[in-house]
């Protein structure tokens, strides 16, 4: 009697766990497929699947979902492409806010706001998922294109965003994050780790944006303090599109040209990364140099590590004040590696590639780069990776299998 009450209690526990009706529900493009496709996402429930028929959606109007481990499937980012293009209303093309949330194989295109945004979204997996505005780069074309915010768990694998006028895939104020095996081109920033904790950016390519892969932290934001990121086995080249974004982003200030640049951020590592044919600069090392009023933010780079990169050509084209000057006084290109010089020594700012390095020589972030006093600098140090590897649950893993 104990094993059958004991083996009874066992399936109880294993469909307590997972959904025995989880079903899938199809939708196809054509006639009606905006109200179609919102209802199969209202009425989904965890554990089913969204499946996407072969073809064009032409829709209207945003979509969003706000029921947990639902998952929504394509055919491919080809085959499945959800067409923003006669979208009536800003907004996200797709939003997302609940959690042990799958998006994979399918397309985004032209939507007028940012195009998959997830927020408050935790366990969430971004996978084969292409998003583009058909255009070109554009001031007019949406923010961001893969955006999930105030997050933890976030896993974005093979992705392609294409002409996004702040950021392509950007991660922010989100915890425990890996970005891996995607493309970015085209966009003003490719890669974007805003004010968060713990993040892997690794295997991607970052190309043809102004700025390949940014690392930032701002002020008078919930979450601040942003730190331990590592940025490596990247290819980081030729990003050399005129920055198209709105006047007053932020991202707006990024120089065409830029591979990686780290501004206002903590416990840093950039290591075995390929540049090449970035026109500024392959590294900047920054600190935040608008006004801010907010008295808990720290403006000032900490705790880098700069190891085993690949240099190709750079600085040869600098697009940041005084770039010209600078390139002048050091033989026609700006060293690889920038470094705004605040903090000095108690930065701790080292770099042991086997390239130049400038010290602008700033005391302060926000000073005019008129006043710098720029010097080729050695920035010896520990510059072996010593942050933790970011490891996602094992069932956000097993999704994208």
């Not at 006047?247 to 830029?258: E, F, L």
């Not at 591979?259 to 416990?267: C, Q, T």
């Not at 520990?382 to 069932?395: C, E, G, N, R, S």
Request: proline content about 5%.
């Amino acid at each position: 009697m104990k094993r059958i009450f004991a083996g009874f209690a066992s399936v109880l526990a294993l469909t307590a766990a997972a959904p025995i009706l989880a079903k899938d529900l199809a939708v196809a493009p054509g006639p009606g497929a905006q109200e179609r496709l919102q209802e199969a996402l209202i009425l989904a429930q965890p554990g089913d699947v969204v499946m996407l028929g072969e073809g064009r959606f032409d829709l209207t109007d945003g979509l969003s979902l706000d029921v947990a481990g639902v998952t929504v499937k394509g055919a491919g980012p080809d085959k499945s492409v959800l067409s923003f293009k006669g979208q009536l209303a800003a907004g996200e093309g797709l939003l997302v806010t609940s959690d042990n949330v799958v998006l994979r194989d399918f397309a985004v295109e032209d939507s007028r706001g940012d195009a998959i945004k997830s927020k408050g979204a935790d366990n969430i997996v971004y996978h084969n998922i292409r998003v583009e505005w058909t255009g070109g780069p554009k001031e007019t074309n949406g923010a961001y294109g893969i955006y999930p915010v105030e997050s933890e768990n976030v896993l974005i694998d093979s992705v392609l965003v294409i002409g996004a006028s702040d950021a392509g895939i950007y991660v922010g104020q989100s915890r425990n994050i890996i970005v891996r095996d995607s493309i970015a081109r085209f966009n003003v920033a490719g890669i974007e780790i805003e004010n968060s904790f713990n993040a892997d950016v690794h295997d991607n390519v970052a190309t043809k944006n102004t700025g390949g892969i940014l690392v930032f932290d701002l002020p008078n934001l919930p979450q601040q303090g942003g730190h331990n990121v590592r940025v490596f086995d990247n290819v980081v080249v030729e990003n050399d599109t005129p920055n198209f974004a709105p006047k007053g982003n932020i991202v707006a200030s990024v120089p065409a040209g830029t591979g990686v640049m780290v501004m206002a951020n903590r416990d840093i590592e950039i290591f075995d990364n390929v540049f090449d044919g970035n026109g500024s600069s392959n590294i900047m090392i920054i600190g935040y140099r608008q006004k801010f009023d907010d008295a808990k933010y720290q403006p000032m780079v900490r705790n880098v590590r700069i190891s085993d990169n690949a240099h190709g050509k750079t600085g040869f084209a600098p697009q940041f004040a005084g770039g010209e000057m600078l390139a002048a006084a050091f033989g026609g290109n700006v060293p690889p590696i920038i470094w705004d010089g605040v903090g000095g020594a108690e930065a701790r700012v080292y770099s042991s590639d086997d390239v130049p390095v400038l010290n602008l020589g700033m005391t302060k972030s926000d000073q005019p780069i008129e006043t710098a006093q720029p010097a080729l600098a050695k920035l010896a140090g520990d510059a072996a990776p010593t942050l933790p590897k970011i490891v996602m649950p094992d069932a956000m893993e097993a999704a994208i299998r």
